[in-house]
């Protein structure tokens, strides 16, 4: 079992830093295998360049896909499961990790408009995909003001969709009083490794297909 987990925080300072330490700690002693993108400390470019437009939205596969963009793809065939870890700005993802949706699931890769698309090597689909962010508010109110359905609606219906057979969103909100949630948080944390199993061998046969 492979596990990519995709990072977006620019801050080693961040208490989403820190639940990153302890899901290593936790697939370390599952003895599950992971990789980490860092999508800050790797630099990754967030916008569309005007080529990338190009081939997006005219469907001109003959453009290059950009090498950086091929990288992330390639972890993507890698992993059994992808885990987003990820702050909540504004009621979404940090913006870098918009830009990786919006450059990695490439035209014909990650998804077509058109039946002749045929030569691209498709996105296989993932056995587990969990959203795994930190919110200031806590869980309850995201949830009575309608921003936890919606950041589910966009990460988990959207984003994740049909590329992913099984899908979770964690989300671990309540942080501006963190004395009163870290405790909670961590037990989320500490389960992650023993659901990760579950899911992938539940589903274990079912993945490796590729979307049409």
């Given at each position: ?7 977006c ?11 990153l330490?302890?899901l ?5 002693s ?20 005007e080529?990338?437009?190009?081939r ?16 992330e793809?390639?972890k ?36 077509s408009?058109?039946?002749n ?18 919110a200031g ?10 921003i ?15 590329r ?21 948080h ?11 199993k ?9 993945g ?5």
């Open positions: 079992m492979s596990v990519l987990i995709i990072y925080h620019p801050s080693k300072q961040s208490y989403t830093y820190n639940i330490g302890q290593k700690k936790v697939l370390i599952e003895n599950l295998e992971f990789e980490i993108s860092d999508l800050y400390e790797i630099g990754f470019q967030a916008e569309l360049t080529s990338e437009y190009r997006e939205g005219l469907f001109n596969l003959d453009l290059e896909i950009s090498p950086d963009v091929r990288i793809q390639e993507i065939e890698k992993a059994d499961c992808i885990i987003f870890l990820y702050p909540v700005w504004w009621s979404d993802c940090p913006a870098k990790l918009k830009g990786w949706f919006d450059r990695v699931y490439s035209v014909g890769y990650a998804y408009h058109k039946d698309l045929v030569r691209i090597k498709k996105m296989k689909t993932i056995n587990y995909g969990i959203s795994l962010c930190t508010h806590p869980n309850n109110f995201l949830e009575e003001i309608g936890a359905e919606s950041m589910r609606k966009v990460m988990v219906d959207d984003r994740m969709g049909q992913f057979l099984k899908k979770d969103m964690l989300l671990l909100g309540g942080t501006l009083d963190l004395d009163n949630v870290r405790d909670k961590s037990e989320i944390i500490k389960d992650l490794g023993k659901r990760i579950t899911s992938i061998n539940n589903e274990h046969g079912a490796g297909s590729r979307l049409a």
